[in-house]
């Protein structure tokens, strides 16, 4: 694992619940709850976490332009979870009222082979893979 990997990690785990939110949210506790629980996963904690929107993210890569090939979590307003992904226009996968049903989820969906995170950015990734797997 890289220390830019650890170090986003340290600078979500250490950010969450600052008060970047409006008084009375109730996202900050199920939030931070969920990167609590992320962070726990080792294969999820090989990968770089980026957070946006009270989604929690994972990267194949450690610059942006990130990999879109990792579903996501979200967190509701009523304190529970949504897994989406990988892109954008995916449909939700699910539901759930729990940090580590949501986690397993995405974990189960990790793609063959994931992890550690590149250093650089998603272009490079799929360059340096062509390379690798001879393409």
């Not at 990130?66 to 509701?76: A, C, E, F, V």
């Not at 759930?96 to 995170?117: I, K």
């Not at 590149?118 to 393409?135: H, I, M, Q, S």
Request: aromatic share 8%; net charge negative; with cysteine.
């Amino acid at each position: 694992m890289t220390n830019t990997v650890e170090a986003a990690w340290h600078r979500i785990l250490i950010t969450v619940g600052e008060p970047h939110r409006p008084e009375g949210s109730p996202l900050p506790a199920p939030f931070a709850e969920l990167v609590r629980v992320a962070h726990a996963e080792p294969p999820l904690r090989r990968l770089y976490p980026w957070a946006g929107m009270w989604e929690l993210h994972f990267s194949r890569c450690t610059e942006i332009r990130h990999t879109w090939d990792i579903p996501y979590i979200g967190t509701l307003k009523d304190g529970r979870y949504y897994v989406e992904g990988p892109s954008r226009s995916s449909p939700r996968i699910a539901e759930t009222d729990s940090a580590q049903a949501a986690v397993a989820m995405v974990v189960e969906r990790l793609p063959p082979h994931c992890g550690p995170a590149f250093l650089g950015n998603a272009e490079e990734l799929a360059a340096y893979e062509r390379v690798r797997d001879g393409g």
